[in-house]
């Protein structure tokens, strides 16, 4: 799976940092009834929210790579827009189509 440039030099710079986020994050997923799929799924209306290029792109990426279809990526953007309003949606589904035009 792609990892940025960034990602990985913090992973470098700060091994111990990184390994206990990544921990934290193995336990929070494993923490409830939730598939691994629909909880990119979830993660990706969340980075939609926060206007994250990066975290949009990744949970793309990982929901792909976990069974979901184009609809349903393209379905959790557009959840996010009465909520987080469409200027973040129109952005979100730029980045989730780099995304998904790269995996073809």
Known sequence: MYLPKKYQDFASSYPEIFETNKDLGVKIRASGPLDVKTQNLVKLGIAVGANSRGAVMSHTRKAIANGATK?????????????????NMIASFYWADEVLKKDK
């Open 71 to 87: 609809e349903e990526i393209n379905h959790a953007i557009l959840l996010a827009m009465s909520t987080t309003g469409f200027p």
